[in-house]
């Protein structure tokens, strides 16, 4: 059963989770201070897990400090109207784990910009939400 609320379709965990690793571009949203701040960030999945690359920074410090922080990635198309939105909210934290951080190396997270960026950085979901434009 497909559930719309004003004109948006609710999308199933099951959806939000293939469309997150569908995906390679996302935002992460964090707080600096009691403000948000948010960044884009290259990605790829992981053991259900988002995992992105990272140098030394707010994104880090959320890590290091195992913050609550928001990850989002939508789609567009504005010639059709369409779209669809996901969001997933989750402790993020540094791979630090032998095991991991071999299997997180193997990913070839390559991110668009520029600079060292050496840390492994995994956001383990514990809510996702999705909705998409019908």
Not at 25 to 30: C, H, K, N, T
Not at 51 to 65: E, M, Q, S
Not at 114 to 119: F, S
Request: proline fraction near 4%.
């Amino acid at each position: 059963m497909t559930l719309i609320d004003n004109g948006l379709e609710i999308l199933s965990p099951q959806q939000c989770r293939d469309l997150l690793e569908r995906g390679t571009v996302g935002r992460i949203a964090v707080n600096v201070g009691a403000l948000p701040a948010i960044f884009p960030v290259n990605y790829t999945i992981l053991r259900d897990r988002i995992v992105f690359l990272t140098g030394d920074g707010t994104k880090l410090r959320a890590a290091v400090d195992r913050a609550v922080v928001a990850f989002q990635i939508d789609h567009f198309d504005e010639a059709s109207g369409s779209g669809w939105s996901v969001m997933a909210i989750g402790l993020a934290e540094e791979i630090r784990d032998p095991e991991e951080l071999r299997a997180a190396e193997q990913l070839e997270l390559r991110p668009f910009a520029g600079g060292e960026r050496r840390h492994f950085v995994k956001i383990n979901p514990e809510f996702v939400s999705g909705r998409r434009i019908v």
